[in-house]
T-cell receptor, first 115, second 115 residues
Framework: DTEVTQTPKHLVMGMTNKKSLKCEQHMGHRAMYWYKQKAKKPPELMFVYSYEKLSINESVPSRFSPECPNSSLLNLHLHALQPEDSALYLC??????????????FGDGTRLSIL | SQQGEEDPQALSIQEGENATMNCSYKTSINNLQWYRQNSGRGLVHLILIRSNEREKHSGRLRVTLDTSKKSSSLLITASRAADTASYFCATDAVRIKAAGNKLTFGGGTRVLVKP
């Protein structure tokens, strides 16, 4: 079991739907991340939250809207997605110590399929 | 764009043999990390090596770093069927002002350990 919990594990949605992905960690980490991973490819960074504030947006389309309600939770709101957005969406967290070398802890992801 | 490139892309070995994979990168780094990903799961952090370190061990894992050649290698000794997974290197090259770190992943090596 991982210490970063993502729900749902699988999600199928139409292009006009609105849905949300959720991520939760209770390790006291202050940095949280969203990644997108296509099959047989490496994860690609989408967003970084630092102390509940968005610090990095890797030019992600606005149909993806992140939210960090508190230090333990991270959401990714989805709206009007395209078929090419089908992928595994991974959440990760790290201690968040500024300027230090630190590993990231990943959840098992949400496998998203857009019809 | 990928900072790290890994080779080989795929590796098939017998249980008990050693597995070696390499990672090359392009810019100066703060540290380099290796992660494992089992099929359908999230990434698991294996080892972090800082830019001023040359070699690091963790159990059956040995990582080397050559900053002059901008390359790293991961050696798994006495492999087991359970080591079957994809292995990714990730470089931490950018100091971000906020907490957290920005990782860029290599393309990954798919390792199959046959019993």
């Amino acid at each position: 079991d991982t210490e970063v919990t993502q729900t749902p594990k699988h999600l199928v949605m139409g292009m006009t739907n609105k849905k949300s992905l959720k991520c939760e960690q209770h390790m006291g980490h202050r940095a949280m991340y969203w990644y997108k991973q296509k099959a047989k490819k490496p994860p690609e960074l989408m967003f970084v939250y630092s102390y509940e504030k968005l610090s990095i947006n890797e030019s992600v389309p606005s149909r993806f809207s992140p939210e960090c309600p508190n230090s333990s939770l991270l959401n990714l709101h989805l709206h009007a997605l395209q078929p090419e957005d089908s992928a595994l969406y991974l959440c990760a967290s790290s201690q968040g110590l500024r300027g230090s070398n630190q590993p990231q802890h990943f959840g098992d992801g949400t496998r998203l399929s857009i019809l | 764009s990928q900072q790290g490139e890994e080779d080989p892309q795929a590796l098939s070995i017998q249980e008990g043999e050693n597995a070696t994979m390499n990672c090359s990168y392009k810019t100066s780094i703060n540290n380099l990390q290796w992660y494992r990903q089992n099929s359908g799961r999230g990434l698991v952090h294996l080892i972090l090596i800082r830019s001023n370190e040359r070699e690091k061990h963790s159990g059956r894992l040995r990582v080397t770093l050559d900053t002059s050649k901008k390359s790293s290698s991961l050696l798994i000794t006495a492999s087991r069927a359970a080591d079957t997974a994809s292995y990714f290197c990730a470089t931490d090259a950018v100091r971000i002002k906020a907490a957290g770190n920005k990782l860029t992943f290599g393309g990954g090596t798919r390792v199959l350990v046959k019993p």
